[in-house]
T-cell receptor, first 109, second 116 residues
């Protein structure tokens, strides 16, 4: 089945820094989503981005479907950005999301 | 739009007891999913519905697990004869599907189950 790899697995930054998280997938996908799971466990959908670039405030994402990767950019990090960032893809006509292992981000004040 | 609601938020039960969780999806969404997540892992697919029809169930889901979505609205997930290995966060999500997925998934806050 399709493999989803996220990097880096862990990232520790000072408040105000910028970061780039990467998601590689091994086969073509119907859609790709980025989620943020906060320390209380709530999963928030950040982007639904099967291809192209989207921006939402300090966050932006780019998916290059032909090269099978997606990037999540976080600018001017805040402590509330801490948590785990997951990439999840829906392969082919499958209904099921395949999840990466996540990137654990810690923003220090 | 009040988002996806799950009840209860926490449940502690003794091994062998039955438990039932409820999920109220976003009203415009026709797909509803159940996932399970353990500490340090990504969510694991359990089952999903399109309207009232349960279209797929994970092979990881034992016969002790059953889910329903009567009338295509809220859904319930029941675990019979709970085991300690069932301890996890149970997450519900919904989405709108019309030939293809339109927009992303919206997750609820989850129900944390502890089996003692």
């Amino acid at each position: 089945g399709i493999q989803v790899e996220q990097s880096p697995p862990d990232l520790i930054l000072q408040e105000g820094a910028n970061s780039t998280l990467r998601c590689n997938f091994s086969d073509s996908v119907n859609n790709l989503q980025w989620f943020h799971q906060n320390p209380w466990g709530q999963l928030i959908n950040l982007f639904y981005i099967p291809s192209g670039t989207k921006q939402n405030g300090r966050l932006s994402a780019t998916t290059v479907a032909t090269e099978r990767y997606s990037l999540l950019y976080i600018s001017s990090s805040q402590t509330t950005d801490s948590g785990v960032y997951f990439c999840a893809v829906e392969p082919g006509s499958n209904y099921q999301l395949i999840w990466g292992a996540g990137t654990k981000l810690i923003i220090k004040p | 739009d009040t988002g996806v609601s799950q009840d209860p938020r926490h449940k502690i039960t003794k091994r062998g007891q039955n438990v039932t969780f409820r999920c109220d999806p976003i009203s415009e969404h026709n797909r509803l999913y159940w996932y399970r997540q353990t500490l340090g892992q990504g969510p694991e697919f359990l089952t999903y519905f399109q309207n009232e029809a349960q279209l797929e169930k994970s092979r990881l889901l034992s016969d002790r697990f059953s889910a329903e979505r009567p009338k295509g609205s809220f859904s319930t997930l029941e675990i019979q004869r709970t085991e300690q290995g069932d301890s996890a966060m149970y997450l519900c999500a919904s989405s709108f599907y019309s030939g293809h997925l339109l927009g992303g998934y919206t997750f609820g806050s989850g129900t944390r189950l502890t089996v003692v």
